[in-house]
């Protein structure tokens, strides 16, 4: 009787176990966001693991340049990608978490003319501003008639406005922080510095691609764990612990 019982209650915790499937999710270098140089990974990283606790999947991370990974998860060679703008949502087709974090998008000058330099894009006609090639910006940014200055990453745009190699460094105010912020650029950080106001606010997203047969279930996970993690503070307490605002 007593062995029956055990095998009973043995076999009630096995039904209980969810079966887990890795799921690849494709992100970029975008400290404090994504970093393959951070303890974590970045926030988007850790958030994700912590939002498939216990969900059945098991997310694997990928570091790739952004222009590739618009290819792959459109192609359905991933799960789901981490983090996306509004307007890089356009292109491509996807199925979309609810705001993550919010994402203020302004400008860095040099901070000697800081009193001087109108930020605001109504002023910003044929000025220099400096971009990460691949990258999408918002259409304000365009609609302003800037000339897109391109290079390859925000670090090294950080360093040319420093020199006056352009006027504005087009970037999110968290990531510039984060980057100013290492102790290699003390620096640059006395020559560079964020500009109120943002010219844009934007929420930022998870994507799952539509190629897989559970896409609609990691999409639920995804949901579900933000809710709890919110639920718990815990969501609230991981964005202060990276400086991030909160949709």
């Known amino acids: 009787m007593y062995l029956a019982r055990l095998l009973c209650l043995a076999a009630a915790l096995w039904s209980c176990v969810v079966p887990s499937r890795e ?4 992100t970029l270098d975008y400290p404090p966001y994504s970093s393959e140089a951070m303890p974590k990974k970045g926030a988007a990283v850790e958030l994700l693991h912590l939002m498939l606790e216990g969900s059945g999947f098991e997310p694997k991370i990928k570091f ?3 222009s590739r990974l618009l290819y792959e998860i459109t192609e359905g060679r991933a799960d789901g990608a981490l983090l996306f703008w509004p307007e890089e949502l356009k292109k491509v087709d996807v199925l979309t978490t609810s705001p993550i974090f919010l994402s203020r998008l302004g400008f860095y000058i040099r901070s ?3 009193s001087s330099r109108e930020v605001r894009l109504f ?3 044929k000025k220099r ?3 990460v090639r691949g990258y999408g910006y918002p259409l304000e940014l365009a609609d302003a008639e800037v000339i ?7 670090e090294v745009n950080l360093q040319r406005v420093a020199i006056g190699r352009c006027d504005y460094v087009a970037l999110e105010k968290a990531v510039g922080e984060y ?3 290492q102790p290699k650029q003390l620096k640059l950080k006395a020559k560079v510095s964020w500009a109120e106001p943002a010219f844009a606010e934007l929420p930022l997203t998870f994507a799952v691609t539509r190629a ?3 896409s609609d279930a990691l999409l639920l996970a995804l949901e579900s764990g933000l809710a709890r993690l919110r639920s718990q503070q815990r969501y609230q307490q991981l964005s202060a612990e990276y400086g991030l605002d909160q949709p």
């Open 212 to 214: 897989k047969s559970d």
């Open 129 to 131: 501003v400096c971009t």
């Open 179 to 181: 980057l100013l912020s």
């Open 64 to 66: 790739m340049p952004w």
């Open 148 to 154: 897109f200055d391109e290079a390859l990453s925000d």
């Open 23 to 26: 799921v690849l999710f494709l």
């Open 123 to 125: 002023a910003m006609h």
């Open 112 to 114: 000697d003319e800081q």
